[in-house]
């Protein structure tokens, strides 16, 4: 099955978080960094949400979106959380909802915490960001209609979660790679290369839970 490729928008509107992500994606094909806030995107057609396992979007980079899109939205990402996970979704998990905005027609929800705190330390940015880009991929091999060709990620967890903008950008970038080079068929080998990928940065093991 071919892997179908979407461009990716990493966006913050500090500069230092910014900079921080393209050193780290640097190399890294179709990706874009944007100093902007949500308000100030171009039409895409999927933002990543950086939220709770609640889908409550009332803070940060959620209200914005929320704002533009209406409670509405946050009611339908309520309601599929209760139907499909029974009140909390996993960090790890993600899916794909339709917004009605023609300029931004889809939106992901993908956890990074249970609830607001410190993730500093966990691997949760890329397991979110991972998350985010298999749910995209798997609407893009499944769906009939018009694929998604740009996904926009914030730099996950550097609010409430207290992560470094450099962590952030490490571990979405880690989640970036190995998205685009899935295993063949997993062994060992090609397991803890990919841990050690997500774990560590270069030889110091940053994530310790």
């Given at each position: 099955?071919?892997?179908?490729?979407f461009?990716?928008?990493?966006?913050?509107?500090?500069?230092?978080?910014?900079?921080?992500?393209?050193?780290?994606?640097?190399?890294?094909?179709?990706?874009?960094?944007?100093?902007?806030?949500?308000?100030?995107?171009?039409?895409h057609?999927?933002?990543?949400?950086?939220?709770?396992?609640?889908?409550?979007?009332?803070?940060?980079?959620?209200?914005?979106?929320?704002?533009?899109?209406?409670?509405?939205?946050?009611?339908?990402?309520?309601?599929?959380?209760?139907?499909?996970?029974?009140?909390?979704?996993?960090?790890?998990?993600?899916?794909?909802?339709?917004?009605?905005?023609?300029?931004?027609?889809?939106?992901?929800?993908?956890?990074?915490?249970?609830?607001?705190?410190?993730?500093a330390?966990s691997?949760?940015?890329y397991?979110?960001?991972f998350?985010?880009?298999?749910?995209?991929h798997?609407?893009?091999?499944?769906t009939?209609?018009?694929?998604?060709?740009?996904?926009?990620?914030?730099?996950?967890?550097?609010?409430?979660?207290?992560?470094?903008?450099?962590?952030?950008?490490?571990?979405?970038a880690?989640?970036?790679?190995?998205?685009?080079?899935?295993?063949?068929?997993?062994?060992?080998?090609?397991?803890?290369?990919?841990?050690?990928?997500?774990?560590?940065?270069?030889?110091?093991?940053?994530?310790?839970?």
């Amino acid at each position: 099955m071919p892997y179908p490729w979407f461009s990716l928008w990493i966006i913050h509107p500090d500069a230092r978080a910014c900079e921080a992500t393209r050193a780290r994606f640097e190399g890294q094909p179709r990706a874009r960094v944007l100093q902007a806030r949500y308000e100030e995107l171009p039409p895409h057609d999927c933002f990543v949400t950086a939220g709770n396992a609640f889908g409550l979007m009332t803070a940060g980079v959620d209200a914005a979106v929320i704002q533009r899109h209406g409670v509405a939205l946050m009611t339908r990402v309520q309601d599929h959380i209760m139907e499909r996970y029974l009140g909390e979704q996993p960090v790890g998990t993600a899916f794909v909802l339709e917004t009605g905005d023609r300029e931004r027609p889809y939106l992901c929800h993908a956890p990074t915490m249970r609830v607001p705190g410190s993730i500093a330390g966990s691997d949760r940015v890329y397991a979110a960001a991972f998350a985010a880009m298999v749910a995209v991929h798997r609407f893009n091999v499944e769906t009939d209609g018009a694929p998604i060709e740009t996904l926009v990620l914030p730099a996950l967890g550097t609010g409430f979660g207290a992560v470094s903008f450099d962590e952030s950008a490490r571990q979405m970038a880690a989640a970036y790679r190995n998205y685009r080079t899935p295993p063949h068929r997993p062994n060992w080998d090609s397991i803890i290369a990919r841990e050690r990928v997500i774990c560590y940065d270069g030889e110091r093991k940053v994530v310790k839970r």
